[in-house]
């Protein structure tokens, strides 16, 4: 990274968005130029903290120092940046896991700025958002999936507007830990992998249905190496997924192999212990909700992340908006409610 772009501590235009994911951490530094982001740094790290939740929901040691070495890495790259413009979110595990107070005191101390634990319709609307500015700007209707570590978020959107969104409790990691737990990829724990998450998908299948989409978008980790998977082994081409190149891929990773043997190009040993619960969440999305194809963006939370900053900044809140409305539609008197939102932030202050 640029040592002159950090040394602008002041510079309101310099964003950084971390995710802390339930498999990944992810950090972008961006310049904000022209309404339009300039990547200066950005890094990844598989700190797999969902595979660190122990059976009574609670993080390991183990898993809480990997999180914490790699937020120190973080906290170096943008020591001096102001908060208001760094957000950082924590995802499903971080929402689940029972020590995650405690974990979190100790994040903050080694990041050197507060992490947002966001709820599943809120990463659903963020991840959204990074999608859609990463995609041509028109009215067409898409269908978004993100398959991550814990969850899987599932968006119904038009431009930059969602609506309708979802986060079901499957992910690559916890389906992985499940069904493939010996290691052995069998016809049987895919089978029974696919069933399971499609059970999960009967709650929504028929309102998104009933909405309909004209394409369908896939973003992230586990996404992206499927349609790498697929154009390497020539079952498809131009970063497209279709129903006929997942099943070859599902028929060749069942045959008979093991999770550590997979003869697979460029796939990391972390993502190859979770891929088969991501290929089985894919499976049962494309099984219950009739798709046919599905083409990959680059955008995902993160990015979702810096086009929220960059609107707080602008003063144009896609949530400020929403409340603004309601507050006009049932008649709120907006002075005294200012007034009290006054007072409780001094309260706030005084018993922090």
């Not at 107070?101 to 809120?122: M, R």
Request: glycine share 8%.
């Amino acid at each position: 990274m640029q040592n002159t772009a950090m040394d602008k501590q002041n510079n309101p235009t310099i964003l950084a968005a971390i995710d802390l994911g339930s498999n990944s951490f992810h950090m972008v530094i961006s310049h904000l130029r022209d309404d339009h982001f300039q990547v200066v740094d950005k890094l990844r790290e598989m700190v797999q903290l969902r595979a660190g939740l122990d059976k009574r929901g609670r993080l390991s040691q183990a898993a809480q120092d990997r999180a914490i070495t790699c937020l120190e890495r973080f906290g170096q790259r943008i020591k001096g940046l102001p908060q208001e413009s760094v957000r950082v979110v924590g995802t499903n595990t971080l929402r689940i896991a029972r020590n995650s107070d405690s974990f979190l005191k100790k994040a903050k101390k080694a990041l050197g700025h507060p992490i947002e634990i966001v709820a599943g319709e809120e990463e659903a609307r963020l991840i959204y958002l990074g999608v859609a500015h990463t995609l041509s700007f028109d009215k067409t209707r898409r269908l978004v999936i993100d398959i991550g570590g814990g969850s899987t978020e599932f968006i119904i959107g038009e431009s930059f507007v969602g609506l309708e969104r979802e986060s079901l409790e499957m992910g690559c990691v916890s389906f992985s830990q499940r069904f493939f737990t010996d290691g052995e990829l069998s016809a049987r724990s895919m089978k029974a992998a696919i069933i399971a998450a499609g059970t999960r998908l009967r709650a929504i299948q028929k309102n998104y249905r009933d909405i309909g989409w004209s394409e369908v978008i896939g973003a992230s980790g586990t996404i992206r190496c499927v349609a790498h998977i697929v154009q390497d082994k020539g079952w498809a081409k131009d970063g497209i997924i279709t129903v006929e190149a997942l099943d070859k891929l599902i028929a060749f990773m069942t045959d008979g192999k093991e999770m550590e043997a997979l003869p697979l190009a460029g796939l990391s040993a972390e993502r190859q212990s979770v891929l088969p619960g991501g290929v089985a969440v894919l499976k049962a999305a494309f099984n219950q909700l009739k798709i046919d194809k599905m083409t990959v963006s680059d955008g995902a939370l993160r990015e979702g992340l810096l086009y929220d900053l960059m609107g707080r900044i602008r003063h144009d809140d896609e949530r400020e908006r929403a409340v603004l409305a309601m507050a006009r539609r049932y008649h709120v008197d907006e002075a005294q409610a200012d007034h009290i939102s006054v007072m409780l932030d001094q309260l706030f202050d005084q018993v922090v």
